[in-house]
């Protein structure tokens, strides 16, 4: 709620917003910015929990440095508006994706030149907000910079094509993929992203060994990136709190470098962060997670 004028002064605690942003900073048509929350989750199949992921996000953001010291820079000050949380219908997979995406054309539609991020849930949202973007592009090709432990390569799992084990393979035939951190994927993924050019893997074992991946997966993108940003990608001594804990996972620094370039190259249209499973009593993943996600804003508009 607004509070009155006459009691402004009084010492309220920070709104439920991105990095706890006040109304004149938060508000949709001056951002810069859209907090999108989708805090869905139907197909897990490990630990749960991804659906608590968008609050604990925006929650431990309030606690951000609103200064970044890398860049010298206030990124908050592009205006970030926080929508509310996004309700799927629970009718199935295949329907509430059908309303995502729809409800995600709307939000671009109605703010189309905002650099909107997505907040989940569980990794399958990502599917219908890159198919928007391959159609908004027409002709345009787009890379899908994948920051995960594992490929999502297969055509189905449990089931159901639209698994968070299967989101790549819905759109691998309508996009480039880069895929960064990957250490878990069957032998069928492997054969399947070897055969095709449009897919590179960057396996986590051979960044931690070497020191090419950096300019090699730079160069693999093309002009217009989506980044889908599994949380799982980290090692999970720094994010524990996630579906399918992998180790081996990559550390802050790498991660931040990498993107800083990712920026400087492509235009980056919009950005997802999911599986974020947050542990109660262990606030630090979720800490990194909204920190993650600031730093991107802040390289977005260097
Ligand atoms: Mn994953």
Redesign the pocket.
């Known amino acids: 709620m607004m509070v009155p004028e006459s009691l402004r002064d009084l010492d309220w605690e920070l709104p439920h917003t991105f990095l706890g942003l006040d109304e004149s900073a938060s508000d949709f048509g001056a951002a810069g910015v859209v907090i999108l929350p989708v805090p869905y989750e139907s197909t897990t199949s490990y630990g749960g929990g991804t659906s608590a992921g968008p609050r604990a996000i925006l929650e431990s953001s309030r606690y951000i440095e609103l200064y970044d010291q890398e860049l010298g820079s206030e990124p908050w000050e592009l205006g970030i508006a926080t929508l509310p949380q996004l309700q799927l219908t629970g009718a199935g997979a295949g329907a509430a994706m059908g309303e995502l995406r729809s409800a995600y054309d709307r939000v671009l539609a109605a703010g189309p030149d905002k650099f909107v991020i997505a907040l989940g849930g569980e990794?399958s949202i990502s599917g219908p907000l890159i198919q928007s973007w391959v159609d908004r592009l027409g002709g345009e090709r787009l890379t899908v910079l994948q920051f995960?432990?594992?490929t999502?390569l297969r055509p189905k799992y449990e089931g159901t094509r639209h698994s968070?084990?299967s989101v790549m393979h819905q759109v691998h035939e309508s996009v480039d993929i880069v895929a960064v951190g990957i250490r878990?994927l069957t032998s069928d993924e492997a054969r399947l992203a070897e055969g095709r050019d449009n897919i590179r893997v960057f396996y986590a074992d051979d960044i931690h060994t070497g020191e090419e991946w950096l300019d090699e997966v730079v160069g693999a993108l093309g002009d217009n990136v989506y980044i889908t940003f599994?949380v799982?990608?980290f090692d999970p001594s720094l994010v524990p709190s996630?579906?399918?804990p992998?180790p081996g996972g990559l550390s802050w620094y790498p991660v931040l470098r990498l993107l800083r370039r990712v920026f400087e190259v492509s235009t980056v249209r919009a950005v997802d962060v999911v599986?974020l499973a947050p542990v109660p009593g262990l606030h630090a993943p979720d800490f990194l997670v909204a920190k993650l996600i600031y730093k991107m804003i802040g390289y977005r508009f260097r």
Do not use: K, M, Q, V
Request: glycine share 6%.
């Open positions: 990794h995960d432990a594992h999502d968070h084990a878990s599994d799982d990608c996630t579906g399918t992998e599986e």
